[in-house]
């Protein structure tokens, strides 16, 4: 059996997104038009909607009532 290897984050996943998403962005606007510059774009998109997403979960009308 496998041991899975972990890990602790020491940064939250909305600051680890947001400083990916800041990374591609550069990436995407020093490339051209082209198939490579939509995958990142496509990628951007995803990281984005998991933010949002984070944000949502997270929120406090999703709490569990005390």
Known sequence: MMK???VKQTQ???D???T??????EQAARLPPGPERDTLLKKLRQADTASHLEDWANSPGLQPPR
């Open 4 to 6: 899975r290897r972990r």
């Open 12 to 14: 939250s996943l909305q």
């Open 16 to 18: 680890r997104l947001a």
């Open 20 to 25: 990916w998403a800041e990374e591609v962005r």
